[in-house]
């Protein structure tokens, strides 16, 4: 007998000796279970081993537990339980060069089917449909003595902040495919994320150590414009594609700069029209790989330190002199009149065909911020027009309400400090060629917004990457228009005032 109404993925259990996965389904009345044949796998980086050294190292195991393929740039092992996965891991790194990260066998069960914890299901005949919802789930869960929502009501009148914990661990478990009472829950939310985004990308999953915050600079008397989701959303459809698997795919390259699929790292040739021409590049990573191979550092290192910029300009170049640069700069530079492009000699392209594991996540992210959003405007209408001045407290003493609150909070969260980890060096996340991507991105969406702010009569002060400061009064207006460009909504641009 199946349940008829709607249910929400409350548990995923891995059965090792039966090479299984159980999916539970719940809500306050029913529960069913479903079982799953299932194999955990981990993706191997290639880079610098021969396959031939990877079989040596293999054969030290039982071959009757594994299974490898290769692949172009790394190996898949697919083993007949993850204790076997674990040990072969552990075998592969006691060898120099070799390592690799594992990721817990129900969250990889989970990425594979596309679903999540206290995701929503109905059932048609026998099997489960994913269907879209944000309702706090309603479910029974063992450690708790009433349901999930009963509890919570009775704990935001009488514990606000444990009401508060248990909405943002839910919150969390939804977002990133990690059980309520996981260990996970105490490691960075963004590096969770991007392991299920490089898993999804079948890509060897990094081990990355996590990193300390860095406190931000405060200006006083400004609003503070955080950019921050939306950066990894301009690397995304309808944007861009940019993901691991989906860069320099086999299948889209393209014939000319004007195609739609050409990256912003792509390397051209540019003759530079002016005498002793500078310019300040779009990326600080790639700029610095200029200085560091590049002739002439006791001239950038002069001219960075009287212009006091925070990174090496990019030059000198004399009239007629030809470079490799980005495509990026490339353009600004023509548009100058200081250089003109004369041809590529670095393609870099997205395909159009597949959709990038990193774009899918992301967008899938930014729809249920958007949903949040809408949901929590929504009730906050209705609760205001029949509560009067009693609205708030009518608000905040609904579960729905609080958890999706809390739910906002935490994605919004999560899409913020994306960026920030694919950006860093010492992050096992890190690309040369993401980091350059991003660094553009930030860089034209802070030129966008100086032009709408200049169009306004505003004058505006950049701090750094996806941030700038702007007067109080001057926020409303500016926001509009900048929201209207990229086609967002609040939830992507955050605002901080400060007094």
């Avoid at 039982?62 to 674990?86: M, W």
Wanted: charged content about 25%; glycine content about 4%; some cysteine.
């Amino acid at each position: 007998m199946f349940p008829s109404g709607k249910t929400f993925l409350s548990r995923v259990t891995y059965l090792s000796e039966k090479r299984q996965v159980v999916a539970e389904f719940s809500n306050s009345s029913e529960k069913i279970s479903k079982r799953y044949s299932f194999f955990p796998r981990m993706h191997f980086p290639m880079k610098g081993i021969s396959q031939g050294s990877l079989k040596e190292v293999l054969s030290l195991y039982d071959s009757r537990r594994f299974k490898v393929d290769f692949e172009e740039n790394s190996a898949v092992i697919f083993a007949a339980t993850f204790s076997d996965l674990k040990k072969i891991n552990n075998l592969l790194s006691d060898s120099p060069g070799f390592s690799s990260n594992l990721i817990e066998p129900e969250r990889q069960f989970l990425i594979d089917r596309g679903w999540s914890y206290f995701d929503s299901f109905t059932f048609s005949a026998d099997e489960p449909q994913r269907v879209s919802s944000l309702d706090f789930p309603d479910v029974e869960l063992g450690f708790l003595s009433d349901s999930l929502p009963m509890t919570m009501r009775d704990l935001i009148s009488s514990n606000r902040q444990l009401a508060r914990e248990i909405a943002g661990r839910v919150s969390m478990s939804r977002v990133l495919r990690i059980p309520l009472l996981s260990s996970e829950m105490h490691r960075a939310a963004p590096e969770v994320f991007l392991e299920n985004v490089f898993f999804a990308s079948k890509m060897p999953v990094p081990i990355s150590p996590e990193k300390k915050q860095s406190i931000p600079l405060r200006v006083p008397h400004k609003t503070e414009i955080d950019f921050s989701a939306v950066t990894p959303l301009l690397l995304c459809r309808p944007f861009s594609n940019a993901g691991p698997e989906t860069v320099n795919c086999a299948c889209c390259r393209p014939a000319s700069l004007n195609d739609s699929n050409v990256l912003a790292d792509t390397i051209v040739k540019a003759r530079f029209l002016r005498e002793g021409a500078y310019f300040n590049s779009a990326s600080s990573f790639w700029a610095e790989q200029f200085h560091v191979s590049g002739q002439n550092k006791d001239a950038r290192a002069r001219r960075r330190a009287e212009y006091n910029y925070q990174f090496f300009p990019v030059g000198p170049f004399s009239r007629n002199e030809t470079a490799e640069i980005l495509l990026a700069d490339a353009v600004e530079l023509q548009e100058q009149g200081i250089a003109e492009i004369l041809g590529v000699t670095g393609w870099s392209w997205f395909c159009l065909q597949k959709e990038s594991a990193f774009s899918r996540e992301t967008n899938a992210l930014r729809e249920t911020i958007s949903s949040l959003e809408s949901s929590l405007d929504k009730e906050h209408t209705s609760v205001v027009a029949s509560n009067g001045l009693f609205f708030s407290q009518a608000l905040e003493a609904r579960p729905d309400y609080f958890y999706r609150k809390i739910f906002l909070e935490t994605a919004s969260s999560i899409l913020c400090s994306v960026s920030g980890v694919l950006s860093d060096r010492s992050s096992g996340f890190f690309s040369p060629k993401i980091a350059v991507l991003l660094e553009v991105a930030s860089f034209r969406i802070l030129k966008g917004f100086e032009e709408i702010c200049s169009s306004n009569g505003i004058a505006r002060v950049s701090t750094g990457p996806s941030r700038a400061f702007v007067d109080s009064s001057s926020v409303t207006r500016i926001l509009k228009d900048f929201s209207e460009a990229y086609k967002l909504n609040r939830p992507f641009v955050r605002l901080k005032t400060r007094f």
